[in-house]
């Protein structure tokens, strides 16, 4: 896809490379040229001539964009109708039979829409997606211009797009091939959980993730009951169980992590294994407190998710970042838990590693791809400012993302969408709402009434 803007000139912004050399840069201006980063100098040292654009970086912060490591974009269309439930009644009374009824091809395509409204509004510009039809949020990232991780939900029983795992995996590679040259769409092998995926399917997967060098997407040890049935079905932690099928690796991006004791932490970090932290669904469904403090003390690669919007329920990495870093501080007793610079850490460069795109995007270093968002600091909330990452950390709202830029095009300038139509999008998503409040008589649901 050919960038809009072939020379844009980011002026005179506070810059936060974020990255492993992290920099905080006043009054420092960024030059992109084909999408790349050019060259970050001091404002006072760049021609302001030759460019295509000159964005005013003045009264902003200016620094990678954030990336959620583990959502289920379509369920944005089953946000808010089945909530104050435990995971597993959740799931199995209203999630899969809704999803059995709805989720087809066209309205995972709109609630995908309606996500990807969501998150470049708060600053994200990858994520990485578990669900059904990804072909189809393939199609609606590259209309709005998103990076994204396709993961075509693999499970041992029927789902809204195929009858068998078999064919789920199948897609999954035709996916992998058909965009191996894509710049923003990258594919994952994507099996659901220990417990809804045979331990021969698992090893099939393991099998086809090395030979064909693609990350594995899994939920892995997120509820207690969950690791009692594994231990129950398997006689082993759901950690010793992807082992013991061929997936404790570096490829494995395993989503939540909650019930993990402290002697597998060093297994974990010797075997690469990266971790999407979601905490925001972990206090809403009850599943517990995941040691992402201790995770970090290791140095387990660990990067931040929101989880499906209808297990959270939004899509804003801000508020993942905030959650985490306070509820971990209170449940440790330490207040140096989860400083505010690495909450931003894992929100950018964090989120990178864990997704394996590092050496593209997490940072702001010339020769890597200009995903850059623009954050208004003339705030009230954000005013004074003694720490910028301090700042950010406690004080950021979502809304106070003012541009995004993606692959060196400009989907989002003044709060203003570009790439998709906002009025379109949520006339239809109110549609659905209707039929799926009817299906489930949820009468006058919008008065909170049931």
Known sequence: MKNKKQRLLIHDGLILTMGDQ?????????????????????????NLEGWDEVMDGRGMAVMPGFINCHTHAAMSLMRGFADDLPLKEWLENFIWPSEAAFMNRKNVALGTRLALLEMIAAGTVMFADMYFFEDEVALACQQAGMRVLLGEGILDFKTPH??????????ALELASHYSNDPLIKVALAPHAVYTVSPSTLKKIAKLSADYHLPVHIHLAETRQEVEDCQKSFGVHPIDHLSNVGLLNDKLIAAHMVHVPSEY?????????????????????????????????????????????????????????????LVSKMMT?????????????????GGARVLGVSDIIGSLEPGKAADIILISLNKPHLQPIYNIYSTLAYSMHPTDVDTVIINGRIVMRRRQMLTLDTEKILAEVNQVERQIAHYFHLNNSRNGKK
């Open 22 to 46: 992290p920099r905080v840069l006043p009054h420092h201006s960024i030059g992109v040229v084909d999408g790349l980063i050019t060259f970050i100098r001091p404002a006072e040292e760049v």
């Open 162 to 171: 195929f009858p068998n795992p078999d064919d789920a995996i199948a897609f």
């Open 265 to 325: 932490y060093s297994r974990l970090r010797e075997a690469g294994v990266r971790i999407a932290h979601n905490h925001s669904a972990n206090l809403k469904l009850a599943s517990g407190f995941a040691p992402i403090p201790d995770y970090l003390k290791e140095k387990i690669i660990t990067g931040l998710g929101t989880d499906g919007p209808a297990s959270n329920n939004n899509l804003a990495i801000p508020i993942e970042w905030r959650h985490s870093s």
């Open 333 to 349: 007793g330490n207040p140096e838990a989860i400083n505010a610079f690495e909450a931003l850490y894992m929100a950018t460069t």
